[in-house]
């Protein structure tokens, strides 16, 4: 049959017997998960199976390429995997730019599935068609930026490569892989997974063109969001320097500081060293987007002049985060140390979060001068280098800090993890709690892997913490969110109810990242629902409602929670860290933890009821936090139902 | 068409292959940049592109039009 935005074929590459094969793309699969994520959380549930470990040949990866990546739709230039994650034990996945799922599909496939394990390093050559595992024995060793510059040296720099470092190669759970140098994938560990199949890199590209089914219905739903695109006012402001020239005081207070202080610095002597106006005079070079985005918010950056001269760093924006919260007081210092993560293929915020857990402990006396070997977790540049290599090369203190919370609890004990700020072993450095409860809180302590960038993304309030009431009914409609439901939404003296709002939210991020559209917030306000469903339709042929598209998002996230109820998670594993209720320190007092229009401070009991809230917004169990046989009947995931027990 | 060029201002490049999809799926009613008459060469040691135009390109500007980025402009001959 004839597909358009589908290209029709599922990759099948087993590392260990080396065979390759393909698998039509059953058309009720794409009909019922539309694609990327959606596609590929559904055939996890067929080919991972519960209770393996990830770093061994039973563990398989998942790579998937939405029916929009390779096409002219705004922003189409996402990609998302899924694995058993060795740092939280969950089957999950997440996302990557720079156009990897584009360059798959034109080498001729929707989904990539890889089992097994090689027996000596190889990279995955996909071009054309031509599939080849090659091999790596000159690569394995090198960094990230050596092993993209070398492949694309070998195949041209059209080629999207995905690749990993040292730390994938050491099985660091820390470790994660880059798109093109540039974009990030796989937090929670897809690099060690990789690395324990001995699978450096993938490299992707071809000349399969992708059809779309009504041309001119797909080029009117692209020219609307252009126009809105040009039509937006701050989009000089965005490609510039994304959201951080915007207000940095605030941005900078969502993005993580001090989380284990809970103390918001002065920023005024932080701006003058690392600011956006020093990074943009001396250090930006140039902007890069992923594949067909209009609202570039990727930076290569390069130091010119100093200890670190010609140090170049690609990555999404650049925030002095790591600076602030490690002690490094330079801008030079801040890129160099940014720049041997993005080589080591380390997870930046999982290494911040690890390095402050660990100096938290140092404090306690847990961990002494003896485990580190005389470190003693100071602040600073000559420090912070040092733990870099030592994680990623598992020397010393670094073979335990490489693995996250699991590594130090096994050496140091299990009462360490009171001291942790995670949520099912992945810290919440990310987006630590800020002096409000949004649908990022809730999305990370119910999502299926943690905190990272999920559906709390997609929420009015993530960067606007000052979000009115209006803002957040317009997203209902945006989101379409049943006109009852947002009622339920509305009707508390909170004025809102974020429990039941993030069921919406994450419904939203699992349709677009199964049609592969950014879930950026400088990003998915150009995509209601409708207009999904509009471009859906129109590349595909296969007519779709926004209501039907919102089904579709709550369909998939089901199967995303079934692939860990299955493994063990209930209720019982989505616990707000002890943190939230201390106070944030500012610079006006302390800011206990509130609602998003500061109606009370919340205590863990509003936290429970509003967690009681969510599941009873998603239909589940409300007690056990899991779907219930009427809910996955409902939504057609009649094969699940047998698992509900094993949570 | 043949009475203007298309001036090119490869520092605004930005790699996002916009001008490719749509020059691909206009010629080819297909989305495929390698097939695209607008060729983009990415230099990975100094990260700047080389934007060069096949002989099949008639300088119709949709390519033009696709750049958000104002790396592409359309400049009257004579």
């Known amino acids: 049959m004839e597909y358009c935005g589908y290209v029709g074929k599922i990759l099948h590459v087993d590392l260990t017997t080396r065979r390759i094969r393909e698998e039509v793309l059953d058309t009720e699969l794409a009909r019922s998960f539309i694609g990327d994520y959606g596609i590929s959380a559904s055939l996890a549930y067929d080919l991972i199976k519960p209770g393996i470990d990830p770093l061994l040949p039973e563990n398989v990866i998942l790579f998937g390429a939405g029916p929009l990546a390779g096409t002219s739709a705004p922003g189409a230039g996402r990609c998302h995997f899924f694995t058993k994650l060795p740092l939280t034990g969950t089957v999950a996945g997440g996302g990557g730019g720079q156009g990897f799922s584009s360059r798959l599909k034109y080498a001729g496939y929707d989904e990539l599935v890889i089992t097994g394990h090689a027996n000596s390093p190889v990279y995955l050559k996909i071009l054309d068609g031509d599939v080849e595992l090659i091999d790596a024995a000159d690569l394995w060793g090198e960094d990230i930026y050596q092993t993209t510059d070398r492949l694309w040296e070998k195949h041209g720099s059209s080629c999207s490569v995905l690749a990993i470092g040292q730390a994938g190669e050491n099985l660091a759970n820390l470790s994660l892989a880059l798109v093109n140098k540039g974009s990030t994938i796989g937090r929670g560990g897809l690099g060690a997974v990789m690395g324990s199949k001995n699978l450096k890199a993938i490299v992707a590209n071809g000349r399969r063109g992708i059809k779309v089914y009504d041309r001119r219905r797909f080029r009117g739903v692209v020219n609307q969001v252009m126009a809105d695109v040009r039509a937006y006012p701050k989009w000089h402001d965005i490609v510039r320097l994304s959201h951080l020239i915007f207000d940095f005081d605030r941005i900078m207070s969502h993005l993580g500081f001090t989380n284990y202080l809970r103390e918001f610095p002065d920023l005024t002597e932080v701006r003058e060293v690392l600011g956006p106006e020093v990074y943009l005079k001396r250090i930006k070079i140039r902007r890069i987007a992923c594949f067909s985005c209009p609202m570039a918010c990727h930076d290569i950056s390069e130091l010119k002049g100093g200890t670190f001269s010609g140090v170049k760093f690609y990555s999404h924006g650049l925030t002095p985060i790591l600076a602030v919260r490690l002690g490094i007081d330079s801008m030079d210092g801040n890129i160099k140390c940014r720049e041997l993560i993005g080589r080591y293929g380390l997870d930046y915020f999982g290494l911040m979060g690890q390095i402050e857990y660990a100096r938290e402990l140092y404090q306690q006396g847990i961990i002494t001068k003896d485990d580190t070997g005389g470190i003693e977790f100071k602040p600073g540049l000559e420090a912070m280098k040092d733990l870099i290599e030592k994680i990623t090369f598992r020397k010393g203190i670094g073979d335990v800090l490489a693995d996250g919370l699991s590594g130090v609890e096994k050496k140091f004990g299990k009462e360490c993890e009171q001291y942790c700020l995670h949520t099912k072993g992945m810290d919440t450095s990310e987006h630590p709690v800020i002096s409000k409860l949004g649908a990022k809180q809730i999305d990370e302590v119910t999502g299926v892997i943690g905190p990272t960038h999920k559906g709390g993304m997609i929420n009015p309030g993530k960067f606007e913490p000052s979000a009115s009431l209006e803002s957040f009914i317009e997203f209902g409609d945006k989101a379409a969110i049943p006109k009852e439901a947002m009622n339920r939404i509305l009707d508390t003296p909170m004025k809102l109810n974020i429990g039941r709002l993030t069921r919406y939210t994450q419904d939203y991020y699992a349709i677009m990242s199964s049609l592969g559209l950014c879930i950026r917030a400088h990003m998915n306000w150009l995509w209601p629902m409708s207009r999904m469903a509009d471009i859906y339709s129109a590349a595909t042929g296969i007519e779709i409602t926004a209501s039907q598209l919102q089904k579709a998002g709550e369909r998939i996230h089901n199967v995303a929670k079934m692939l860990n109820v299955r493994e063990g998670f209930s209720r019982k594993d989505d616990k707000f860290p002890s943190t939230y209720f201390k106070p944030l320190k500012t610079r006006e007092g302390e800011k206990p933890l509130m609602d998003h229009f500061e109606t009370k401070v919340l205590t863990k009991e509003d936290l429970e009821s509003l967690l009681d809230d969510y599941y009873d917004e998603r239909g589940w169990d409300v007690k056990k936090g899991i779907p219930t046989p009427a809910k996955l009947i409902e939504l057609g995931l009649d094969r699940s139902v047998a698992d509900l027990n094993k949570a | ?78």
Request: glycine share 2%.
């Open chain 2, 1 to 78: 068409m043949e009475a203007r060029d298309i001036v090119v201002h490869p520092d605004s490049c930005v790699r996002c292959y916009r001008c490719q999809l749509e020059c691909s799926f206009l010629r080819t009613r297909m989305f495929n940049p390698e097939e695209a008459f607008i060729k983009i060469d990415w230099n990975w040691v100094n990260d700047k592109p080389s934007i060069s135009f096949t002989d099949d390109c008639d300088n119709c500007g949709v390519c033009v039009r696709a750049c958000i980025y104002e790396c592409l402009t359309l400049r009257e001959k004579g």
